[in-house]
C-alpha cells in the first residue's frame, strides 16, 4: 500500500510517500481502507519531535474515516462505514496516512452518514473535541463566550456547533490575525479580538471561554471571566505543554471555574451523539483545503501557514 512515512523529526519534506507492506489483521484489531481524514496541529508537533513517546519510524494521522477492509470480530463487518480518532494512533502505533490502518477494535466507531468522504473527513477529531468542549462549557443563551484560537479547525467548529443550537448567543473570538475577521464573522463570531503575545486587546469579561492556545494563555484567560464562569482548556496550540507555579487559590479569580476536555476522552456513545447533533441542526461543514495522501507534505506547509484558517483534509480517492 501508499502511506506517508516520517524516519526523524523535522520539516515536511520529512514526510516520505512510499510503498509498505499492508497491515496483517491480528486478534483484537481491524483493518480499516482509509477514505480520508484530517490534519491536526499535534501531528505537527509530532512531525516536528515534540512528542517525546514517539518513536521514528512511524506512519502519522490520528484520526479516519473509511471502511472496514477486515475484521477480527463480527461486530465490525466488511464494507461498514466507520470513523477512528486518537487512542495512540499515529503515535503508539502506525496511523492514518495511508491507504489501509490496522487498528484495536475498541477505537473503531461505526456510523450512519450519507455525507460524501471529504465532509466526514472534517468531523471526527475536530468536531468532537468541539463538541465535547461545547458540554464541558455548559453555555446558557444568555451567556457571552469567547473562544481564543478562534481561526483553528476546533475553534471554527465550535462557533458552528454552539451558533446552530444558539443563533443568538454572543459569541466573540480571538486571534493573532486580525485579517481573518471577517472570516471568522462568517462562521458564527459577532466580533473578534486581538491576541497580542498571549494578551486578549480587551478588557471585556466573559461568562464561558474555550482556551484552545493552551498553558501559555491560560492565566490571562483567568483574568477575563465573569462571576462563577467556566474556562475549559482543551487545546495546546500554544506549544507549551504545561502551567508552571500555578496556585488555584489564586489564579481562579471571581470564584471561576476551570475544566479540560480532550480527544481521548472517546467514546462511541459521544461519537453518535456528535453525528446526530450536527444532523439534527443542520450544522456546516465547512473545508478549507483538501489535498491527496502524496500532498500530505503541502497540507502541513498549509496548517502552518500565517494564513491556515479551518480544517484540512486529505481524501484517497
Known amino acids: 500500500m501508499k502511506a506517508i512515512v516520517i ?16 497491515p496483517q489483521v491480528k486478534e483484537g484489531w481491524s483493518l480499516v481502507k482509509v477514505k480520508g481524514f484530517g490534519i491536526n496541529h499535534s501531528e505537527i ?7 517525546p513517546s514517539v518513536q521514528f519510524p512511524r506512519i502519522l494521522g490520528i484520526e479516519c474515516v473509511g471502511e472496514v ?3 477480527s470480530t463480527p461486530a465490525l463487518r466488511a464494507g461498514q462505514k466507520v470513523v477512528s480518532i486518537m487512542g495512540e494512533m499515529g503515535r503508539a502505533f502506525d496511523g492514518s496516512y495511508a491507504e489501509y490502518v490496522l487498528l ?3 477505537q473503531i466507531y461505526p456510523i450512519e452518514s450519507d455525507r460524501n468522504w471529504a465532509t466526514l473527513a472534517a468531523i471526527p477529531e475536530t468536531y468532537y473535541t468541539a463538541f465535547g ?26 462557533a458552528l456547533l454552539l451558533k446552530a443550537r ?3 448567543i454572543t459569541l466573540h473570538g480571538a486571534c493573532r490575525k486580525l485579517e481573518k475577521a471577517e472570516r471568522l464573522r462568517a462562521v458564527g463570531f459577532d466580533a473578534v479580538i486581538a491576541d497580542s503575545n498571549g494578551v486578549l486587546q480587551t478588557d471585556e469579561r466573559y461568562d464561558k471561554i474555550l482556551e484552545l492556545v493552551g498553558p501559555a494563555t491560560l492565566r490571562d484567560s483567568l483574568a477575563h471571566i465573569n ?23 489564586v489564579e481562579l479569580k471571581h470564584n471561576s471555574y476551570l475544566t479540560t476536555f480532550h ?5 462511541g456513545e459521544r461519537m453518535a451523539a456528535l453525528f446526530r447533533d450536527i444532523d439534527a441542526h443542520n450544522v456546516p461543514v465547512p473545508i478549507e483545503r483538501r489535498y491527496t495522501l502524496e500532498q500530505v507534505p503541502d497540507a502541513h506547509r498549509f496548517l502552518q501557514s500565517a494564513g491556515s484558517f479551518g480544517k484540512v483534509v486529505v481524501v484517497n480517492e
Do not use: M
Open 7 to 22: 524516519y526523524e523529526p523535522g520539516g515536511p519534506d520529512k514526510l516520505i510517500y512510499q510503498d509498505v507492506p499492508t
Open 45 to 51: 508537533f509530532t512531525r516536528e519531535g515534540k512528542s
Open 69 to 71: 477492509a477486515e475484521s
Open 104 to 106: 484495536p477494535n475498541a
Open 133 to 158: 468542549s461545547l458540554q464541558q462549557l455548559r453555555i446558557a443563551p444568555d451567556d457571552r463566550v469567547l473562544v481564543r484560537a478562534a481561526a483553528s479547525g476546533v475553534g471554527v467548529a465550535f
Open 166 to 168: 444558539l443563533p443568538h
Open 227 to 249: 462571576e462563577g464562569g467556566i474556562v475549559c482548556q482543551t487545546g495546546q496550540l500554544g506549544n507549551q505543554w504545561y502551567l508552571n507555579d500555578f496556585d488555584p487559590i
Open 263 to 267: 480527544s481521548a476522552l472517546v467514546s
